[in-house]
């Protein structure tokens, strides 16, 4: 499957952004999709993946309650829906995907098809 993301840009705090990650090639709906991001000089950190084979969603901590990852099946498109943006939040997002059922993962090593990153900055 190939993934492009897109939707990033900058945004004051405690406003909101939508990313988008639009697949070809396969439906996600065998996949398990996640969403990562990597600000400057930090490792690539889990945000956000929906398992949608079981049923299976999982945010990070320091998300959680602010962002919401959904899907538009008809668009074969993953959607990450994030309020409340904090300065803490910049970073480059990417979406990854890992086919086939289970549970959502956090390590991106557990992911085999990635797209290119979009930037977020958040303004305080």
């Known amino acids: 499957v190939q993934l492009q993301a897109s939707g990033g840009g900058l945004v004051q705090a405690g406003g909101s952004l939508t990313l988008s990650c639009a697949a070809s090639?396969?439906?996600?709906?065998?996949?398990?999709m996640g969403w990562f991001r990597q600000a400057p000089g930090q490792e690539r950190d889990f945000v956000a993946g929906?398992?949608?084979?079981?049923?299976?969603?999982r945010y990070a901590d320091s998300v959680k309650g602010r962002f919401t990852i959904s899907r538009g099946n008809a668009q074969n498109t993953v959607y990450l829906q994030m309020n409340s943006l904090k300065p803490e939040d910049t970073a480059v997002y990417s979406c990854a995907a890992r086919y086939g059922l289970g549970t959502v993962g956090t390590s991106q090593y557990e992911y085999d098809s990635w797209g290119q990153g979009t930037q977020v900055t958040v303004s305080s």
């Open positions: 090639g396969r439906r996600i709906n065998s996949y398990i």
């Open positions: 929906n398992s949608w084979s079981v049923g299976s969603i």
